[in-house]
């Protein structure tokens, strides 16, 4: 298994997990960005946001109402940003679809 988020929904890789289910886990980052950094990620292998069609519409509804939740669960509900990139040329280092939940301090853009 090479890719990093799949060894982690399988529990062959360290990571601070904050929630999980049978079909999402959530981790602090491990190079965090703000004081509150999360990434909600499904567990199944799915490479981008452009890989996701109809038939997982609902897995991608339930990926933010999870970012939603883990806002008010980490103190951020009034202020956060929920953020996914998609290629490389957009920042995506990791090619397993994840949002990005960050906040604690105001951002700029």
């Known amino acids: 298994m090479s890719c990093v988020f799949c060894r982690i929904a399988a529990h062959a890789e360290p990571a601070k997990i904050i929630y999980e289910d049978d079909e999402i886990i959530a981790f602090r980052d491990a190079y965090p960005e703000a004081p509150v950094h999360v990434l909600i990620v499904?567990?199944?292998?799915?490479?981008?946001?452009?890989?996701?069609g109809e038939e997982r519409?609902?897995?991608?509804?339930?990926?933010?109402?999870?970012?939603?939740?883990?806002?008010?669960?980490?103190?951020?509900?009034?202020?956060?940003?929920?953020?996914?990139?998609?290629?490389?040329?957009?920042?995506?280092?990791?090619?397993?679809?994840h949002i990005h939940l960050t906040g604690g301090r105001r951002t700029t853009i």
């Not at 499904?42 to 996701?52: A, Q, S, V, Y």
């Not at 939740?69 to 929920?82: K, P, T």
């Open 42 to 52: 499904p567990k199944e292998h799915i490479p981008t946001l452009n890989d996701f």
């Open 57 to 97: 519409a609902l897995l991608l509804g339930k990926l933010v109402l999870t970012a939603r939740r883990l806002a008010e669960q980490e103190g951020i509900a009034s202020a956060y940003r929920v953020q996914t990139n998609v290629g490389r040329s957009a920042g995506q280092t990791i090619f397993h679809f």
